[in-house]
């Protein structure tokens, strides 16, 4: 029987994120450490097996439409081409996604397209090998731009590109960044830094604004506000570039989600499935419900689907950021997944 994920106010949950692990390969400055942080035990993890069991009790059951795998790094995952094939095997199918950070993907993604993923986000902050090294900690910025296009060739497409802008150190691209997507028919989408680093030491008065991220890219470009109305449940603002087309002849766009300063719990249709097994209502959750130990104690399907369920119902209104009394989750991003 298929019921949905709805919550009191009448929102209903149809994408499931997927964290497949808290490791990265990388160490952004806006989410870890340098020095990295201490990984989740192996015994804590999902197996594959029970990663593809509340998949599928998601997807038969409780109406989720759309699987987006994430991380941590999910490329590190190991079995990520068979939960991908798992996952579009099943019946009615899933639309499948990946979020990365594109190293690895110029090898894994021949072996992804043909598992049946339809399509990647690459996260790429900036076009400069200087200040990659600078953000991320690594030198690895061709590894990104070759996964990029390896996805392109293998049909991942349209590529979507995550950029988060950090003054001073990488605000001043933001149009080099645009214009590279479009030449290269990447839908970039600019996000504004959240406060989910490990350190804790996000800050308002230093965080690019959409309105901020707006105006560097009026300087240079003419953009018109795509349909407000068909927007939906997305969470980018989409903008057309008035006479630029991508290479495919189709209108050039760009999108902002300002989850910050333009939040969209409203619309919200996600829900978060963590490396551990713990379903989070939000990226900023401060609570988690557990479906790890039920399911390794025998729960049926029908008694995990309850207890997804419930804990959809108690999601809050919205994330709370500009409330005086929000504090951070303690999970930092690596450990919830995008």
């Not at 990984?39 to 029970?50: G, Q, V």
């Not at 894994?108 to 953000?135: C, H, I, Q, Y």
């Amino acid at each position: 029987m298929t019921s949905v994920l709805a919550d009191s106010y009448g929102r209903v949950a149809t994408d499931l994120r997927v964290s497949l692990t808290d490791r990265c390969n990388l160490r952004c400055t806006y989410c870890m450490p340098p020095e990295g942080l201490e990984w989740l035990p192996k015994a804590e993890l999902l197996t594959d097996d029970e990663l593809l069991r509340l998949i599928r009790i998601g997807t038969t059951r409780l109406g989720i439409e759309e699987i987006r795998f994430t991380g941590g790094e999910p490329l590190l995952r190991r079995g990520l081409p068979g939960l991908v094939a798992g996952s579009t095997a099943l019946t009615p199918r899933p639309h499948t996604a990946l979020t990365t950070n594109g190293i690895g993907l110029a090898r894994m993604a021949p072996a992804l397209a043909e598992a049946g993923l339809d399509r990647v986000n690459v996260s790429l902050d900036t076009l400069d090998p200087v200040v990659f090294e600078k953000l991320a900690r690594r030198r690895r910025l061709d590894d990104v731009l070759e996964g990029m296009a390896a996805a392109a060739r293998a049909g991942l497409t349209p590529v979507k590109v995550n950029a988060v802008l950090m003054r001073d150190v990488n605000d001043h691209e933001a149009a080099d960044l645009l214009r590279f997507c479009v030449e290269h028919g990447y839908e970039l989408r600019f996000i504004e830094q959240m406060p989910l680093d490990a350190q804790h030491g996000w800050r308002r008065d230093t965080m690019i604004t959409a309105d901020e991220i707006l105006t560097r890219l009026e300087a240079e470009f003419d953009l018109d506000p795509a349909d407000t109305e068909t927007r939906g449940s997305a969470p980018a603002e989409l903008f057309r570039l008035r006479g630029q087309c991508f290479p495919n002849g189709e209108p050039a766009t760009v999108g902002v989600i300002g989850s910050v300063t333009r939040p969209f719990c409203g619309a919200c249709d996600r829900v978060r499935l963590t490396a551990d097994g713990q379903i989070r209502n939000c990226l900023f959750a401060r609570e988690e419900s557990d479906l790890r130990t039920p399911l390794r104690e025998g729960a049926t399907d029908d008694e995990i689907a309850d207890r997804w369920r419930a804990a959809v119902m108690a999601k809050l209104p919205g994330h709370g950021i500009n409330d005086p009394s929000f504090l951070q989750p303690a999970r930092p991003m690596s450990a919830i997944g995008g």
